[in-house]
Every structure is written in C-alpha cells, then in structure tokens.
C-alpha cells in the first residue's frame, strides 16, 4: 500500500493484525488523519515507512509483531508509536505533540528521534535529537531515564533549561540511580539553573559522557564513570562531580565553586581555569598531565592522593595541596597566592618538583614527609617545613660564565635525594 490518503471517523485507517513473519508487506507514502481509532496497526513481516499520521484516536501506528517502522511523522494521537515487545524495530520516526509519544516494551529494537520534551525513556534504547529541545517551565525534568542501556545521542544540539534560579528543581537528564549502561554524548546542556539543578545527573552503573559541554547550570555533570572530551563552564557551582570514576581530556572554565570534584578517580589531561573555589579536588584518586591556573583558592586539593606532571600557576591559595598519605612528582607550582606546594598532614612524599615565585615554595605543617629532588626559586620564603620532617634542602652554588663544551661547578652537593633553593 502506497502513496494514498486515507481518513475515517468511525474505524482505523490501516490494519493487517494477522500478518505472519514472512509476509513481506510495504505500507509507505501513506497519509493517515482524522481516524477515530488506529492510524496503522500491523502484526508480523511488515514495512511501515515515511508515512504521515496525525489525530488518531487512539494508538498512530501500532506494532503488534516484528515489523519495522521507520522515517514517519505521527502527531496529534492519543499515543505516538507502540511497540508490543516481540522484536519490531523503530527508527527515525518524527513523533510529536501527542497525548504520550511512546509506548513500547523491553524486546523492540528502538532508535528515537527525539523532538519534544519532557520525555522519559523507559525502554533501552538509542534517542537521537533532531534539532534543540528546550523547556520553558521550572521543575521540570528533560529528560528521565529509567532503563538500562540507553544511549542518548545530543547530534551537535542543545538541551535547554528553563534558566531561572528558583526553588523548583530541574534536570536536564536524570538517570535513576538503580539504572546502568547510560551514553550522553554530542552536545550542549544550558540553562538548568533553579537551585540545586543539574545539567546531567546520573549515577548509575556504567555511565560515560563524551563530546558534551554544560553550560550555566546550577551544576554541571553529577556522575559518570568515564568523562571524555566535556567542557563545564559558568556553571553556579562546581563543574563536574565524579565518583569511582575516570576524567579525561575536559576543561573546567570560570565555575562558581570547585572545576572537577570527586573521589577514588583518575583525572587526566584536563585543564581546570579561573574556577571560584578549587581547579581540582579530589581525595583517594589521581591526577595527572592537567593544568590548572587562576582558580580562587587552590589549583589542586586533596588526600590520599597522586598528583603528576601538573602545572599549578596563578591560584589564590595553594599550587596544589594535599593533606595526608600522597605523593606529588615533577610538578611545577608557579605565582600562586600561599604555598606552591603545600603539606596540612603526614605521609607525603614529594619528589622532582618546582616552586617559582609563590609566597611559600615548599611548606609542611606536620613531620613525616619526605621532599626528594626538589627545586625552589624566588619565592617569598623559599621553605617552610615543620620539625621531623625528612630531606637536605641546600642552597646551590651559582656558576660562573660557561662557554664551550665545560665548565661550571657542583650546585652545592652530590647527594642524589638532595633538594635545592636557588
């Protein structure tokens, strides 16, 4: 069946419900309005595509079997599309402006197109948007995900807020916590700023964002195993929030409160700037190969830690700052406000790094660390170390001029632990 119109105010427009696998039927280019129950309805071994279907009484189209439904436009109906469960496949279907959009069951294969919300996802299943989606009232959810293994793919658009700052909460993508297997990816999430909103909230099992950027929410991104290639920037307070989780390749830009905040994780490649509290804070985790610069109190924060090869300049307190039991190695510490590196507990091991030009260099306020190879240079106070602390700190011997192949003399000792001012 093809390429007709087909209205009835009593009656369904199409229905093939004895259909059987194999029945190789085609219904497309279709133009189904104005029917008082079922605008198609088909069972087994069916095509329904690029179809049109609008003010249906009941269900637009209706998949009782393994049908595949594809590039049609279903409006104004009771209920968009509706799957059984029994291995019918819809994809890229327009479904809008109907009483509910979906109605399907674990068992269909589904590949959304999304182009309305709020929305719940209640199935597994891949939902692409088809161009920006907003909404305008506060408290209000974008879009809740209750299933496992749900992909929701942005394409390059946003999911818009309604921006105010008030009581009411608003999510943009909130997956409940018992859920697992949750992909965000491609896109833009703005304006989720009523108090305590999130732009993503997700804290399930299983969870990676890639390729995303949230942008003046409340709260960036709450959660996520893995976090790829995101940007959180003028969020109200911190940009993003991880737990037992990996941070890779992200920046975190000019949040109100902390960049990147977690625990027991990785933090690797991620440029933290010009955030209102910390660049990086975590406990129990790692962080390696980031830069982090003009945050308002420190560049990185932590306990139980391993810090490596990060660049610490221009914070108002401490370069990076470590509590208790971590290790810090070939790091560099460069104008910040208080120390360069700084020492609250015991434990610490801190090897192969520089202090430039900070208030203080090196400083521990506890014994029981150990300084291993360090170089400090124009501070303020190039060292301020508590009692029963471990390392030989010397003050380097300049050289004279060197030219050609030698020349030059020991910076003061040959011991190879020895740690030097210069």
Same mark, same amino acid.
């Given at each position: ?62 998949? %009782? ?178 737990? %037992? ?89 460069? %104008? ?87």
């Amino acid at each position: 069946i093809r390429n007709g119109f087909l209205s009835a105010a009593n009656g369904s427009g199409i229905g093939f419900n004895l259909s059987s696998i194999g029945a190789n039927g085609l219904i497309e280019d279709v133009i189904v309005q104005g029917v008082s129950q079922y605008g198609i309805s088909v069972k087994d071994g069916f095509t329904v595509r690029r179809c049109q279907i609008s003010q249906a009484g009941d269900v637009g189209i209706r998949v %009782e079997g393994n049908s595949v439904v594809e590039d049609n436009q279903i409006t104004g109906c009771a209920i968009g599309l509706q799957g059984k469960g029994l291995g019918a496949r819809f994809a890229r279907n327009l479904v809008f402006g109907n009483e509910d959009n979906y109605l399907f069951v674990a068992g269909d294969q589904i590949n959304l197109l999304l182009s309305e919300i709020p929305e719940a996802l209640d199935w597994p299943c891949s939902a692409t948007f088809a161009g920006t989606l907003s909404v305008d009232s506060p408290g209000t959810t974008g879009i809740l995900v209750n299933a496992d293994q749900v992909t929701i793919d942005l394409a390059g658009h946003s999911l818009v807020g309604p921006g105010q700052n008030v009581n009411n909460r608003s999510i943009g993508i909130y997956q409940l916590s018992d859920r697992r297997g949750l992909t965000v990816k491609n896109g833009t999430i703005v304006g989720w700023r009523g108090f305590q909103d999130y732009g993503i909230r997700a804290l399930g099992e299983g969870v990676l964002f890639e390729n995303l950027i949230a942008v003046s929410n409340y709260w960036g991104f709450l959660g996520g195993d893995r976090v790829v290639d995101c940007v959180a920037a003028y969020n109200i307070n911190t940009g993003m929030i991880v737990s %037992e989780g990996t941070v890779e390749g992200c920046s975190a830009v000019h949040n109100g409160f902390d960049g990147i905040a977690g625990s027991y994780g990785l933090v690797r490649g991620c440029n933290a700037i010009g955030n209102g509290h910390d660049g990086i804070s975590l406990s129990r985790g790692s962080v390696i190969d980031c830069l982090v610069t003009s945050n308002g109190v420190h560049g990185v924060s932590g306990s139980q830690a391993l810090v490596r090869n990060v660049l610490a300049n221009y914070n108002g307190g401490n370069g990076i700052d470590v509590f208790s039991d971590a290790q810090i190695s070939s790091c560099m510490a460069h %104008e910040n406000g208080a120390s360069g590196f700084a020492i609250g507990g015991t434990g610490v091991r801190i090897e192969d790094s520089h202090a430039r030009e900070n208030q203080t260099g090196f400083s521990a306020a506890s014994s029981n660390n150990l300084f291993i190879g360090n170089t400090t240079s124009g501070n303020a106070t190039n060292w301020s170390l508590a009692a029963g602390n471990v390392g030989l700190v010397v003050s380097a011997v300049p050289t004279g001029p060197v030219v050609g192949d030698s020349g030059g003399a020991s910076p003061g000792s040959t011991n190879p632990f020895a740690n030097f001012t210069f």
